[in-house]
T-cell receptor, first 109, second 116 residues
Framework: DAKTTQPTSMDCAEGRAANLPCNHS???????VYWYRQIHSQGPQYIIH???NNETNEMASLIITEDRKSSTLILPHATLRDTAVYYC??????????FGAGTQVVVTP | DTGVSQNPRHKITKRGQNVTFRCDPI?????LYWYRQTLGQGPEFLTY????????KSRLLSDRFSAERPKGSFSTLEIQRTEQGDSAMYLC??????????????FGPGTRLTVT
């Protein structure tokens, strides 16, 4: 599975959009981009995934560049409850996830 | 609540003791995964079941570790002769299989193991 690179941490003001970048320059054609988050002392929570088209659900939007070498997770209106570690993962459509260290997002009032 | 459940939530044990954790996946999810997470790191894959068959094991899963899923429903993870380095959060996840295999994994709350 391709390796991903994410910033270690970022801050976001409550009510503003949070844009979380992820680089996956070695992604292959059959690998999907997944985003999970982990609130302190809880198990990871699925957010969204995509292959090459942009995706949106009730939690977030996923923007994947045309060359698929990077993506951005957008939380449209961050709340204090969005404070968590966010993981960007690429994988083929089966099996295990390989998590990196993720981005610690802190939403401030 | 019909999510993934794990028991116990916390376990403190002395070095050298054996421990066993249980995971109950979401009903009818035929794939079950075990991960380990140490402080400040993302979860690391340990092993994976499709129904009762254990299909993949990580190199992290030493011979002191054994996982079972005897009836394709709940799973157990046993650690024999625990070491202090085994202290971690042990996470279980499940997913349904689907055409093409593309489904997200649903994680349980984890079992935090402390080896003293």
């Amino acid at each position: 599975d391709a390796k991903t690179t994410q910033p270690t941490s970022m801050d976001c003001a409550e009510g503003r959009a949070a844009n979380l970048p992820c680089n996956h320059s070695t992604i292959s054609g059959n690998e999907y981009v997944y985003w999970y988050r982990q609130i302190h002392s809880q198990g990871p929570q699925y957010i969204i995934h995509g292959l090459k088209n942009n995706e949106t659900n009730e939690m977030a939007s996923l923007i994947i560049t045309e060359d698929r070498k990077s993506s951005t997770l957008i939380l449209p209106h961050a709340t204090l409850r969005d404070t968590a570690v966010y993981y960007c993962i690429v994988r083929v459509n089966w099996g295990k996830f390989q998590f990196g260290a993720g981005t610690q997002v802190v939403v401030t009032p | 609540d019909t999510g993934v459940s794990q028991n116990p939530r916390h376990k403190i044990t002395k070095r050298g003791q054996n421990v066993t954790f249980r995971c109950d996946p979401i009903s009818e999810h035929n794939r079950l995964y075990w991960y380990r997470q140490t402080l400040g790191q993302g979860p690391e894959f340990l092993t994976y079941f499709q129904n009762e068959a254990q299909l993949e094991k990580s190199r992290l899963l030493s011979d002191r570790f054994s996982a079972e899923r005897p009836k394709g429903s709940f799973s157990t993870l046993e650690i024999q002769r625990t070491e202090q380095g085994d202290s971690a959060m042990y996470l279980c996840a499940s997913s349904p299989s689907a055409a093409g295999g593309l489904r997200e994994q649903y994680f349980g709350p984890g079992t935090r193991l402390t080896v003293t």
